[in-house]
């Protein structure tokens, strides 16, 4: 069995780059062997070691199957993927506009300079109950699962295709190594009619990734040994 073999557009000096101690090269055509040093999305299987090894699992609770009530979109792990869930806790800014208080000094913009103009409003609904989010809305939503990242995972976070196809959008997020706590998700309605949201079905998707090597300052270890801004946050949390 012959093989194509093409001319490398890297240049000859990448060839010159050291390898860790027991990298493996493996010819064209053969089953590529893991090391190590590997980095990269963690397949199902990996995960599914994790949560045996009780090592390291980045979320909980964890369901080694995909689920769906309710005929709603599903949860719990994929191939290479983990799908949460929507939570019961929602965040609404308030709009200033239609309130009548005189005394603010400044405009309805939303200024992260201004931490008077972050304000939100928590609506709670319950598990056998739905929420209607409105065309052109924007909501800060928790997922069910609580995250708690090692020093070398990170998990990016974004749309589920069903959800997607019905116009709802989950702002892409990126959780750091070391991050602990509950997850807040920010959910946007780009479609003319209103997108119905249950508690408890499946609502984003998140890819974890193994870093290469731990790192230096986790989320955990900033602010002098605090943590980042939004570590340990509970419930939805807005902007700080």
């Known amino acids: 069995m012959s093989h194509k073999i093409f001319k490398s557009v890297l240049p000859e000096t990448h060839l010159d780059i050291p390898m860790p101690e027991g990298t493996k090269l493996s010819p064209i055509g053969m089953k590529y062997i893991p090391t190590p040093w590997d980095a990269g999305v963690l397949s199902d299987s990996e995960l599914i070691k994790l949560y045996e090894q009780n090592e390291g699992i980045p979320l909980s609770p964890f369901f080694i199957q995909q689920r769906s009530e309710r ?30 208080d005189q005394a603010r000094d400044y405009t309805n913009a939303i200024d992260l300079a201004n931490p008077d103009t972050l304000l939100t409003e928590q609506i709670m609904v319950p598990y056998n109950e739905y929420f209607d989010l409105s065309p052109g809305a924007f909501i800060l939503a928790k997922a069910m699962e609580y995250f708690k990242l090692p020093r070398n995972v990170m998990a990016i976070v974004s749309d589920k295709s069903t959800w997607a ?76």
């Open 71 to 100: 005929h709603l979109p599903s949860f719990g792990l994929g191939s290479c993927t983990y799908d949460i869930r929507l939570g019961f806790e929602f965040r609404s800014y308030i709009d200033f506009s239609a309130t009548e």
């Open 165 to 240: 196809r019905c116009g709802l959008t989950v702002q892409n997020t990126v959780v750091d190594p070391g991050f602990e706590g509950d997850l807040t998700l920010e959910l946007a309605n780009h479609n003319f009619r209103p997108i119905r949201l249950y508690p408890g079905c499946g609502i984003a998707q998140v890819h974890f990734h193994r870093v290469l090597g731990d790192v230096n300052v986790s989320y955990g270890d900033r602010k002098a040994g605090k943590g980042g801004k939004y570590q340990h946050q509970s419930g939805t949390v807005g902007p700080r």
